[in-house]
């Protein structure tokens, strides 16, 4: 499956330093976020829940990782609240024309929020925010259900497709 930022130029937390190129090899399936910054005056108590919930899955090893999109007016206002208040996971760099492709095409129109999605793109979940400030730590177990539920659908349609085609379901394509 085809990492929808593949190749995109991405940032760990040790403040832009090394830029981290998407594998297009990649064999780990890695389920996404995109986390759009949070603006002076909104409610800026998400991101230590966010963090604590990512600290304690990339303890447990699992596939998973955080892409913070900013939308603060400037550089320096970016740069300073990712590094102050974020976990070490990964940034667009500010003023990343990804940035506003993914904020249409997750229709993102107020922050923080929280979407869910595979490594594909394709959406788990764009409660994302709720769902960690609810339930915490079990949202993870969840949208991992989502993700073989969504996984099995796909390889069905796949099986379908492919008998309709004459092939039988246990011959690759």
């Known amino acids: 499956m085809e990492n929808f930022l593949k190749n995109s130029v991405l940032h760990k937390k040790e403040y832009y330093t090394e830029p981290l190129l998407i594998d297009e090899d990649a064999e780990e399936e890695v389920e996404d976020i995109a986390h759009p910054g949070e603006v002076p005056g909104q409610d800026t108590k998400f991101t230590?829940?966010?963090?604590?919930?990512?600290?304690?899955?990339?303890?447990?090893?699992?596939?998973?990782?955080?892409?913070?999109?900013?939308?603060?007016?400037?550089?320096?206002?970016?740069?300073?609240?990712?590094?102050?208040?974020?976990?070490?996971?990964?940034?667009?760099?500010?003023?990343?024309?990804?940035?506003?492709?993914?904020?249409?095409?997750?229709?993102?129109?107020?922050?923080?929020?929280l979407v869910v999605v595979r490594d594909d793109g394709e959406v788990l979940t764009m409660k994302g925010r709720k769902e960690v400030q609810d339930k915490g730590i079990i949202c993870y177990r969840n949208w991992q259900n989502l993700?073989?539920?969504?996984?099995?659908?796909?390889?069905?349609?796949q099986e379908e497709t492919d008998t309709d085609k004459g092939v039988p379901p246990d011959m690759e394509s």
């Open 48 to 113: 230590p829940l966010l963090k604590d919930l990512y600290d304690e899955i990339q303890r447990r090893k699992a596939a998973f990782e955080v892409i913070f999109i900013s939308f603060d007016k400037t550089k320096e206002d970016m740069e300073q609240y990712f590094v102050e208040m974020h976990g070490d996971w990964l940034a667009l760099p500010f003023g990343d024309p990804l940035i506003e492709k993914l904020k249409s095409q997750y229709d993102i129109s107020s922050v923080p929020k």
């Open 147 to 157: 993700l073989a539920s969504k996984s099995t659908k796909k390889s069905e349609c």
